[in-house]
């Protein structure tokens, strides 16, 4: 499967948006979802992952409250919705696509390339 992210970009803090990771293929739905995100020089750290279905999410404990994951298999698309932006936010975000799902950047296969995530105090 490969994976193609969008929807970041240059907010202020307090504001919203939503990535949107598209993926090509017939498999989607057979793919746990993750997002992680790496901001420079720091390591990367899981954000959110979704199961098969949909049914079953996690979070990462910095966006717990704040970052929804979700996924639409009829689109092949996965999102994250993230409100409250902080300046911490700021990094490069992943989708990636396993044929587990979780915190750990080990269950997936496939990545995406990233985009950009700033947000301004």
């Known amino acids: 499967v490969q994976l193609q992210a969008s929807g970041g970009g240059l907010v202020q803090a307090g504001c919203s948006l939503r990535l949107s990771c598209a993926a090509s293929g017939r498999t989607f739905s057979s793919y746990g979802m993750g997002w992680f995100r790496q901001a420079p020089g720091k390591e990367r750290e899981f954000v959110a992952a979704i199961s098969w279905g949909g049914g079953i999410t996690t979070y990462g404990n910095s966006v717990k409250g704040r970052f929804t994951i979700s996924r639409d298999n009829a689109k092949n698309t996965v999102y994250l919705q993230m409100n409250s932006l902080y300046p911490e936010d700021t990094a490069i975000y992943y989708c990636?696509?396993?044929?587990?799902?979780?915190?750990?950047?080990?269950?997936?296969?496939?990545w995406g390339q990233g985009t950009q995530v700033t947000v301004s105090s």
């Open positions: 990636a696509a396993g044929m587990a799902y979780g915190g750990s950047w080990k269950s997936y296969d496939h």
